[in-house]
């Protein structure tokens, strides 16, 4: 027996010679536990997204039968109900009867159901489809829709033949609450009757069935079935109460009074729409070529962990809406869940939160919760996230940590989302899965000194010193020495402690500055400003041209000590330096020097840390604070010129490191040129400065008048 399917969409038996169309069904169609079930003798095309619910009350409507005898010939009824189960994904044994019994293919049938979105909407693949308990779980997940909302417009059809007779397609996104708009006809969706006002197929008695009331027949597929008196009170029978009357596909006064809303507002939601409808039917040729980027695949577990965040902390996320109409509507819904939460916080009880993390019924409030749940994820650049979701994530934690935690902790979000809620100390994350940071960066660990130098320091950390209540001269110190950690692990991923030996840093020096600096950003609310400040630098690196390798300067120079011979060339035609004791010791220029050409800091210089190691703690303290007032205090006179000397005497050091060469420095050089210069040379401390001094020294012969006049050119003033 074969299926003719004509040019209007409609589809029937071809009876062989003999056969009659009596009755429903006729022929053998499949067989389903040893049961052999008949072939319905008409059928109908499934419609352009069309769920099975729609296609189920179309079909009934064309033969004349209650939905539930036609899911019994099916195989879709349950213990004498329609399986709701089967709206997500109907079992390979059913869907072949089913499949055989209505005359459509095995792809057909299947798009019939939520199936194909569960590889793009995780919230699907979540919820179990062996259990009919899908009112929890799935309306926490934002799985499925409780109820069915429904564009009129859509109901009415698009005047062809088929959808004329037996109306327009319930199509299957509906039955999604991250779907709140028809896009075609450019308006919101509805959920309630225009009648009696009650949400359409809704639970009854807490139990979703597929076609709700499907036993009642003759009726068209876009009339509401609810039979209002049995909604409103579960001790009437439900038997001979009349089914509401109203006609879904028109539209009425009704007792629906929703806002009006403004054309821009109508037009954020419609647009948001779009993009959800995108990521719900993403382009194939587009994601082979661009690859499947980890926001796309967690772009809706972070829009609805996002949702849960603003409904959690209302009203803090109320600037996140454009209007105040958006505002209100997501306060109907939110502001009750907010007040539950509290409640659950403050009396310290124990109480039932479904009813604050399922989503909104109304498409209305669901769209603008969504709005205000996709301006707060916005680019999903971690920086700016956490700027922006930090305040409402720590304001979540205060009001209810184990709602909280499981909706910022899911497995499912994404990596960037994850670490931006993440609960930090001291800037650090909590959990260890957190600190782990895909390198993004192009230079190398190799690249970052162990101090940032001065120039950096002010171009980005200056701000931070400034809003910060208390400061001391160890602040800058700190800041500078966490800047460098903080690039270590940006790039690497590990703790502070564990930079630390990449930078040539003792682990005790990073633990002390965290507890040291940490508390006082955390305070201040200045960790975010942090961070972003050492990511600007971490960019200009990446950006950089030339890059120094520092690392290779310490090992060179870990053994290096100025000669007591240059150190007193050094010191000629500067009277009164011998007469300071600290000045005259050449210790005292090794950790200068040192201290210039690997951009380190003077307490962990080779020359201080062998005193330490040797016992004399006393005389490492008292030169290492003469050489931090030598290097960072404003002099004149022979001392502002022996440093002027030094500095010039490290720049060529620096470039002998960088080149491979011999450590010796004429000295003499290095004093007449300090000599005849006009200008203050100063500590190298931008390094896209020294590389293009590195780059002309390449070019140039070393020992020239012109190479020496070029490189006097490029030297930055004093600062």
């Not at 349950?78 to 189960?85: E, P």
């Not at 072949?96 to 995780?122: I, N, Q």
């Not at 007591?564 to 210790?587: F, I, K, Q, Y």
């Amino acid at each position: 027996m074969a299926t003719v399917v004509t040019a209007h969409g409609f589809r029937r038996s071809q009876v062989p010679k003999g056969g009659s169309h009596s009755g429903v069904g006729v022929g053998h169609g499949g067989r389903r536990n040893g049961v052999v079930t008949d072939r319905l003798a008409r059928s109908l095309t499934p419609l352009p997204e069309e769920s099975l619910p729609g296609f189920v009350l179309r079909l009934a409507y064309r033969l004349e039968r209650s939905p539930l005898r036609i899911g019994e010939l099916c195989g879709l009824v349950d213990q004498g109900r329609l399986n709701s189960l089967y709206l997500r994904a109907i079992p390979d044994d059913v869907l072949a009867v089913f499949a055989s019994v209505t005359h459509l293919a095995h792809e057909e049938a299947e798009r019939l159901t939520l199936r194909r979105f569960k590889r793009v909407y995780r919230p699907l693949a979540r919820v179990r489809t062996n259990t009919a308990r899908i009112g929890a779980s799935a309306s926490t997940n934002w799985a499925v829709n409780q109820s069915s909302r429904y564009c009129p417009d859509c109901l009415r059809g698009n005047g062809s033949q088929q959808e004329s007779l037996y109306g327009g397609a319930w199509r299957l996104q509906w039955h999604l609450p991250i779907v709140f708009a028809c896009l075609p006809h450019r308006r919101l969706l509805e959920y309630l009757c225009p009648d009696c006002g009650l949400p359409v197929n809704g639970p009854t008695s807490g139990r979703r069935d597929l076609v709700k009331n499907a036993g009642m027949p003759g009726q068209h597929p876009a009339e509401c079935r609810n039979r209002p008196g049995a909604e409103r009170s579960h001790t009437v029978h439900w038997r001979g109460i009349p089914p509401c009357p109203g006609r879904l596909d028109q539209r009425g006064d009704g007792m629906c009074a929703r806002p009006i809303l403004q054309t821009d507002d109508l037009e954020r939601l419609l647009s948001l729409q779009q993009r959800i409808w995108r990521h719900l039917n993403p382009d194939p040729a587009a994601s082979s070529m661009s690859g499947a980027a980890e926001s796309d695949a967690t772009y809706f577990p972070d829009l609805i962990a996002m949702t849960h965040l603003i409904k959690m902390t209302w009203p803090l996320g109320a600037e996140l809406l454009p209007s105040s109409c958006l505002v209100d509507l997501v306060g109907t819904h939110a502001e009750p869940a907010a007040a539950l939460i509290s409640a659950d916080r403050k009396e310290r009880r124990s109480l039932s939160l479904v009813g604050t993390k399922a989503p909104p019924s109304d498409p209305d409030v669901c769209g603008a919760l969504l709005l205000a749940a996709d301006t707060l994820l916005g680019d999903r650049q971690l920086a700016s996230l956490r700027s922006r979701v930090n305040p409402l994530a720590r304001e979540a934690y205060r009001r209810s940590p184990p709602y909280a935690g499981s909706v910022l902790r899911k497995q499912d979000i994404s990596n960037t989302l994850s670490r931006a809620v993440a609960r930090r100390l001291h800037g650090v994350p909590t959990l260890a899965r957190h600190r782990e940071i895909r390198p993004s960066h192009q230079f190398r660990a190799e690249d970052i000194p162990a101090y940032v130098p001065r120039v950096w320091f002010q171009r980005h950390f200056a701000g931070i010193v400034e809003a910060l209540p208390r400061r001391d001269w160890q602040t800058e110190r700190c800041l500078r020495r966490a800047a460098s950690l903080r690039l270590a692990e940006l790039l690497t991923g590990k703790r502070w402690i564990e930079c630390a030996p990449l930078l040539g840093m003792p682990n005790g020096s990073a633990q002390s500055t965290l507890l040291r600096i940490g508390p006082r950003l955390d305070a201040a609310g200045l960790w975010p400003s942090f961070e972003d400040a050492a990511e600007r630098v971490a960019q200009d690196l990446s950006g950089a041209v030339f890059r120094v390798n520092f690392a290779n300067r310490r090992r060179l120079m870990a053994n290096w000590r100025m000669r007591a011979s240059d150190w007193n060339v050094m010191r000629e035609g500067l009277p009164g330096l011998t007469e300071h004791g600290a000045h005259a010791d050449p210790r005292l220029a090794s950790i200068c020097v040192w201290s210039e050409v690997t951009q380190g800091e003077h307490i962990y210089s080779p020359t201080v840390l062998e005193l330490r190691s040797l016992g004399s703690t006393s005389e490492a303290r008292r030169l290492g604070g003469c050489a931090g007032k030598f290097m960072n205090v404003d002099h004149d006179g022979a001392t502002l010129r022996l440093r002027r000397r030094l500095y010039l005497y490290a720049d060529r050091l620096a470039l002998a490191c960088d080149l491979d060469r011999e450590q010796s420095i004429p000295v003499d050089e290095i004093v007449r040129e300090e000599t005849e210069s006009e200008t203050v040379p100063h500590v190298r401390p931008l390094v896209e400065a020294y590389q293009a001094e590195l780059e002309l020294w390449r070019r140039t012969v070393r020992d020239g008048r012109r190479g020496r006049a070029a490189r006097k050119a490029l030297r930055a003033p004093s600062v």
